[in-house]
């Protein structure tokens, strides 16, 4: 049987000043964590060369401490979902998916951000979905939420958004319209039963 070989193409657009002293560098474009054009053309460039998708990762935490601050001035960062619904918009065929963490976002927030973007790009969208590696201070903890913690959240937090993207169809209300009865409500249940109750509730 014939098989075709396929080759997937990724760029992880990591912002800048992650690679060390590289900023410093003349050429270095230090303004695309403020200048929106930046992203916007090095999308183009991946469309043009067929690139599949990008890669924003993301972070919540705290500002580094002053030493460290010096070498690495990668803050601030673009807000992520919104930078890639921006991008959305900007681009037509590349996959655009975002990093969020499960412990200082909410899943009703969350599911609706993303399915934003899905619905912006047409089916684009993806989600890297993380605990975080810290942020806890930016947040209302004293410290970055303990580790087993955010794993027991994490798993009911994939449960929930995944629960309320399927909880109806996008098609449902054309076809709750198209047949000039009945309610999108009662035909597809616009409301999930929640999976797990014990850290969140979403009704
Ligand atoms: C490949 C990889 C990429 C990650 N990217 C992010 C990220 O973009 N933002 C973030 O807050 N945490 C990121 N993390 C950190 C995780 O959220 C998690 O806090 C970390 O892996 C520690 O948890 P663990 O002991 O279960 O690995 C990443 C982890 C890995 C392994």
Known sequence: ??????????????????????????????????????????????????????????????????????????????????????????????????TANTTYNEPYNLARRVASLDRLSKGRAGWNVVTG??????????????????YVRAEEFVDVVTGLWDSVSPDAIHETARRGSGSIHQDYGLSIIPVHISVLQVR
């Open 1 to 98: 049987m014939a098989f075709k070989r396929r080759f997937t193409l990724g760029a992880y657009l990591s912002g800048g000043a992650v690679n060390g002293d590289a900023w410093r560098d003349p050429s270095a474009d230090i303004d695309a964590d403020l200048v929106f054009e930046r992203y916007r053309d090095y999308v183009a460039l991946l469309e043009k060369g067929r690139f599949d998708a990008i890669f924003l990762f993301d972070t919540v935490g705290t500002l580094p401490d002053p030493a460290t601050f010096e070498r690495d001035p990668g803050i601030p960062r673009w807000d992520t979902f919104m930078l890639l619904a921006a991008l959305a918009v900007t681009s037509r065929h590349i996959g655009l998916i975002g």
């Open 133 to 150: 590696t810290g942020g806890g201070e930016n947040f209302g903890h004293d410290a970055h939420v303990a580790h087993a913690d955010r």
